[in-house]
């Protein structure tokens, strides 16, 4: 976490100046950083003991980068952050930026439940490496949750940040959706430049791409399986579960939609479908993990109190790759 001297200085609000051009955040022109592009949201790798295993995470990502990714997301639901301590989280986050190519951009969680928790943290990761702050919606007393509060948290975080911040809506594990007023007033930001929006829901998409079009604000769709419609409704790419088993597809269906081929983009976005929801909705990051291992990287067990795949659910896991031919 942050020394106190850090600390108090982000207290008494740093001077924004002080801030610009950190990382591409905004140039000369007032141009924000272009998070346009695929990402896979990496796991985090733990031993049979529960720790987490650097060296395994770093031969996920020498392999991962083999793949034309714009970076990689680190410290979202994927990567089990609920579950790891805060330094846990920044040496993840280090670990990371020191394995992956300096070209790629690296997206790290920093959301904790309190604005000034997640100040720190973003603050910190920064330091340690991170090129955007990729911020989930504080969810805990959900009900209070209201857009002026989400406003409030947002722009407080995004006036202290160091690098440019994502909007981050999962309500699959929240229970609440980052409401579309408070994402066009939070898109006029100067430090806020682009969501990630995990809830399916391409009507919403289209609506927010629709809403803040005259911003420097882009959206990034949360699962493979409505990556398509995504791009036809204005979505710049995708932060997909999927792409770190099927990264050469993800990043085909990306092209495909970038130059409209939109024919064989839906025959490709088809096949996705039943793979995405089973790594996604149906069994989850042990069943992600899973995958993984068979697609020759590291999966290994995930933190209690998630538990590992039961045989039949591994085999119906199995069935969804299988018919679509992916295995």
């Given at each position: 976490?942050?020394?106190?001297?850090?600390?108090?200085?982000?207290?008494?609000?740093?001077?924004?100046?002080?801030?610009?051009n950190?990382?591409?955040?905004?140039?000369?022109?007032g141009?924000?950083v272009?998070?346009?592009?695929?990402?896979?949201?990496?796991?985090?790798?733990?031993?049979?003991?529960?720790?987490?295993d650097?060296?395994?995470?770093?031969?996920?990502?020498?392999?991962?980068?083999?793949f034309?990714?714009?970076?990689?997301?680190?410290?979202?639901?994927?990567g089990?952050?609920?579950?790891?301590?805060?330094?846990?989280?920044?040496?993840?986050?280090?670990?990371?930026?020191?394995?992956?190519?300096?070209?790629?951009?690296?997206?790290?969680?920093?959301?904790?439940?309190?604005?000034?928790?997640?100040?720190?943290?973003?603050?910190?990761?920064?330091?340690?490496?991170?090129?955007v702050?990729?911020?989930v919606?504080?969810?805990?007393?959900?009900?209070?949750?209201?857009?002026?509060?989400?406003?409030?948290?947002?722009?407080?975080?995004?006036?202290?940040?160091?690098?440019p911040?994502?909007?981050?809506?999962?309500p699959?594990?929240?229970?609440?959706?980052?409401?579309?007023?408070?994402?066009?007033?939070?898109s006029?930001?100067?430090?806020?430049?682009?969501?990630?929006?995990?809830?399916?829901?391409?009507t919403?998409?289209?609506?927010?791409?629709?809403?803040?079009?005259?911003?420097?604000?882009q959206?990034?769709?949360?699962?493979?399986?409505?990556?398509?419609?995504?791009?036809?409704?204005?979505?710049?790419?995708?932060?997909?579960?999927?792409?770190?088993v099927?990264g050469?597809?993800?990043?085909?269906?990306?092209?495909?939609?970038?130059t409209?081929?939109?024919?064989?983009?839906?025959?490709?976005?088809?096949?996705?479908?039943?793979?995405?929801?089973?790594?996604?909705?149906?069994?989850?990051?042990?069943?992600?993990?899973?995958?993984?291992?068979?697609?020759?990287?590291?999966?290994?067990?995930?933190?209690?109190?998630?538990q590992?795949?039961?045989p039949?659910e591994?085999e119906?896991?199995?069935?969804?790759?299988?018919?679509?031919?992916?295995?």
């Amino acid at each position: 976490m942050l020394g106190p001297q850090v600390w108090s200085s982000v207290r008494q609000g740093l001077s924004r100046s002080l801030f610009r051009n950190v990382r591409g955040w905004a140039s000369g022109e007032g141009k924000k950083v272009d998070i346009a592009g695929i990402y896979p949201p990496v796991t985090t790798p733990f031993t049979a003991t529960a720790e987490v295993d650097y060296g395994k995470l770093e031969e996920n990502l020498h392999k991962l980068g083999t793949f034309p990714f714009r970076g990689f997301v680190v410290q979202g639901s994927n990567g089990e952050f609920p579950f790891l301590t805060s330094s846990e989280r920044l040496e993840v986050v280090s670990r990371v930026r020191q394995a992956m190519p300096k070209n790629k951009l690296l997206l790290a969680g920093s959301g904790c439940e309190s604005t000034q928790a997640t100040v720190e943290m973003t603050v910190s990761m920064a330091q340690v490496g991170a090129d955007v702050a990729m911020v989930v919606t504080p969810c805990y007393y959900r009900g209070r949750m209201s857009s002026a509060a989400l406003i409030h948290h947002y722009t407080k975080v995004a006036d202290l940040s160091p690098i440019p911040v994502v909007l981050y809506s999962v309500p699959a594990n929240t229970g609440l959706d980052l409401p579309v007023d408070a994402v066009v007033t939070l898109s006029q930001h100067p430090n806020i430049v682009g969501m990630k929006d995990s809830g399916g829901d391409v009507t919403r998409i289209g609506l927010i791409v629709h809403k803040t079009r005259k911003q420097d604000f882009q959206v990034l769709a949360g699962s493979a399986g409505f990556l398509m419609a995504s791009y036809a409704l204005g979505a710049v790419g995708g932060v997909c579960a999927l792409a770190n088993v099927l990264g050469a597809q993800v990043c085909q269906l990306e092209r495909l939609c970038l130059t409209g081929q939109w024919e064989d983009a839906q025959k490709l976005q088809h096949r996705l479908i039943e793979p995405n929801t089973a790594v996604t909705r149906r069994f989850g990051i042990p069943g992600l993990k899973k995958m993984m291992e068979w697609f020759g990287y590291y999966g290994g067990p995930c933190r209690a109190p998630l538990q590992e795949l039961s045989p039949a659910e591994e085999e119906a896991l199995r069935m969804d790759f299988t018919s679509n031919g992916w295995l």
